[in-house]
């Protein structure tokens, strides 16, 4: 039996922290699906579907992904797309404790509605303290994001 997993999230833009999550846990799980939500409480820089396609091309770009679907999800609960695709496992990238502060209360919420899991998975140190709202700040104020998202999300976010 293979084990499909879900590394959802905002990815507005897909940073070098995300593709290091998603590059490990691709190595984790038979089958990954990257996908990319709507956060309601944030207002996005990017649409969706631009988001889908910089996550593809940066997940190319980098050689991996052979077992890794990108796509997006809009209505009803992330526990509905997993038992959509037969996910049992929710990964998600944890830079501090506020972020797990944050994610546990949807962990325990999304176990008891549908029985997935979620699994914390820490970035490389080296990405730690990025964040996508961090890049578009930078970005907007004319500052060099390159260290911090993959060159195709650069090229776009530095192009006049």
């Known amino acids: 039996m293979s084990t499909i997993a879900v590394v959802p999230g905002s990815f507005d833009p897909v940073t070098l922290g995300h593709l290091d999550v998603i590059e ?4 984790i799980f038979d089958r990954l699906h990257v996908l990319v939500v709507h956060n309601p409480d944030k207002s996005a820089l990017l649409p969706v579907a631009q988001r ?6 940066a997940i190319a770009a980098a050689g991996f992904g052979e077992n890794i679907t ?3 999800w809009s209505v009803g609960l992330l526990v509905d797309y997993c038992t959509d695709v ?3 496992v929710i990964v998600k ?4 404790q506020v972020d797990v502060a944050y994610e546990t209360p949807m962990a325990i919420v999304n176990r008891g509605l549908a029985g997935v899991e979620t699994i914390f998975m820490l970035p490389d140190p080296a990405h730690a303290h990025v964040s996508s709202s961090l890049v578009r700040q930078v970005a907007s104020l004319g500052g060099d994001v390159t260290p911090y998202v993959p060159k195709v ?7 006049p």
Do not use: H, N, P, Y
């Not at 490990?24 to 190595?27: E, I, N, Y």
């Not at 889908?52 to 091309?57: A, K, R, T």
């Open 93 to 96: 990238g944890v830079r501090s």
């Open 24 to 27: 490990r846990a691709a190595r």
């Open 153 to 159: 999300v650069a090229d776009f976010l530095q192009k």
């Open 86 to 88: 037969g996910a049992s």
């Open 52 to 57: 889908v396609s910089l996550i593809e091309q």
């Open 70 to 72: 990108v796509t997006s």
